[in-house]
């Protein structure tokens, strides 16, 4: 039996096509139609085992983009599928961090998958993967060698909030001739930081997956851990909770609608 999940963020699309214990995946830009980019995800999965359409059980989409996706058999929330999936991850996990392109939520689970609770920043591109776009832009690098860069360094204190003024603050540090890896620590630990006092903010998990794109990221990985006083688990498929998890649904519960 194979289902489908597709996950449309700001950033990326994932999809993830699931048959027993197997999973394979894509990842692609969204750019700037996430209804191209679904369907782009979806055709490429598809193609790459010679499936059509009528051989998937059942498609779900989740993310931003899920609503402009016309051959989906069912919408979810992101939330209800990062739980399933990080669970597949980490199989008795009970808090998800999951920092995206632009927003970062935490999420409590029964440690079977299942939200008990969540929060959600996404008003403020502080405490995203955008804002370390920005910064790395500033800074002349990509967001994937940030963590290599501050390998190490002492953050310096970063007091703006705002991305814009950060971005500005980052800028004034570098004419300071302030070395770039403690900056990008500062950025670091500025990100887990907000991160860390919301999923104070909901209670402590005792077993914690980090997800998302900025999961890659080591930097903010360790300081975040260091902020909750905890261990934090990332799975090497970690930017992949929320299709994983939609593929994992349309498996439990048939979704598959009338064509
Ligand atoms: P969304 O689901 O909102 O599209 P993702 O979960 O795919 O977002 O995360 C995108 C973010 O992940 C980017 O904004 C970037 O900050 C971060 N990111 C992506 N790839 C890497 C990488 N190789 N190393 C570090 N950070 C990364």
Redesign the pocket.
Known sequence: MFTVGI?V????TKAVLLNGKDWRYVIRP?GCSPRQAGKEAFEELLGRDGLAQEDISGVIGT?YGRISLPFIDKAVTEITCHARGAHHLLAGADMVIDI???DSKVILTDGRGNVINFAMNDKCAAGT??F??VIAAALGAD??E?AEKARGAEPVQISSMCTVFAESEVISLLAQGVDKGKIIAGIHRSVASRVAAMAERLGQGELIIFT???A??EGVKEFLSRELGRDIIVAPES?LAGALGAALLAREKPVRKER
């Open positions: 996950d963020g700001s950033v990326t969204t993310g995206g392109g632009q993967g955008r370390l776009e967001v994937s940030l998302g794109g900025v890659k990221n930017q």
